[in-house]
T-cell receptor
Framework: DGGITQSPKYLFRKEGQNVTLSCEQNLNHDAMYWYRQDPGQGLRLIYYSQIVNDFQKGDIAEGYSVSREKKESFPLTVTSAQKNPTAFYLC????????????FGPGTRLTVL | RKEVEQDPGPFNVPEGATVAFNCTYSNSASQSFFWYRQDCRKEPKLLMSVYSSGNEDGRFTAQLNRASQYISLLIRDSKLSDSATYLCVVIRYGNKLVFGAGTILRVKS
């Protein structure tokens, strides 16, 4: 089955530690995205990538980093510089271009203690 | 002011009722519009696109009013399974998606 997967589903980390969230897709999509969702707020774009080895900052990139070495994979690192990292993180992919339907992974709930 | 605004609800309706949600957007250059559905603690999934001429998919009807800068979603004959959060999504200049915070719908028997 084609789809987009994220792991782990739940993640707990101590304050000051970097943590990497996994996102993999086998839909052959060129574009991939990372969002965070906080209670009472819409999804906010962290980073996006339209092609391998290229990515751009979204609206709230500070404290995060990404890489896009393979078409299928777009890992997100939450660094210790992110001031409020506890959130629900969603990865999405689409055929090239933001205007196309985005397919989301099941998300990772990160809690920083 | 938020770029995309929705009434958070919750809208509590009985089964079989008709319910409508509105969503307003502030950027008049917004190009495309969507409704996504998100179940509790799950990922969002596309419900329907919103076209200028309006569009209907079964019990769901979406409308766009560019002059007043709002889109709407109408659900007829509500089912228990319609209970979810409905996210309004707008594509603004630069082709970036902007999500509203969502409207909670609870359908009760």
């Amino acid at each position: 089955d084609g789809g987009i997967t994220q792991s782990p589903k739940y993640l707990f980390r101590k304050e000051g530690q970097n943590v990497t969230l996994s996102c993999e897709q086998n839909l052959n999509h060129d574009a991939m995205y990372w969002y965070r969702q906080d209670p009472g707020q819409g999804l906010r774009l962290i980073y996006y990538s339209q092609i391998v080895n290229d990515f751009q900052k979204g609206d709230i990139a500070e404290g995060y980093s990404v890489s896009r070495e393979k078409k299928e994979s777009f890992p997100l690192t939450v660094t210790s510089a992110q001031k409020n990292p506890t959130a629900f993180y969603l990865c999405a992919s689409s055929i090239q271009g933001h205007g196309n339907e985005q397919f989301f992974g099941p998300g990772t709930r990160l809690t920083v203690l | 002011r938020k770029e995309v605004e929705q009434d958070p609800g919750p809208f509590n309706v009985p089964e079989g009722a008709t319910v409508a949600f509105n969503c307003t957007y502030s950027n008049s250059a917004s190009q495309s519009f969507f409704w996504y559905r998100q179940d509790c603690r799950k990922e969002p999934k596309l419900l329907m696109s919103v076209y200028s001429s309006g569009n209907e998919d079964g019990r769901f009807t979406a409308q766009l009013n560019r002059a007043s800068q709002y889109i709407s979603l109408l659900i007829r004959d509500s089912k228990l399974s319609d209970s979810a959060t409905y996210l309004c999504v707008v594509i603004r200049y630069g082709n970036k998606l902007v999500f509203g915070a969502g409207t909670i719908l609870r359908v009760k028997s």
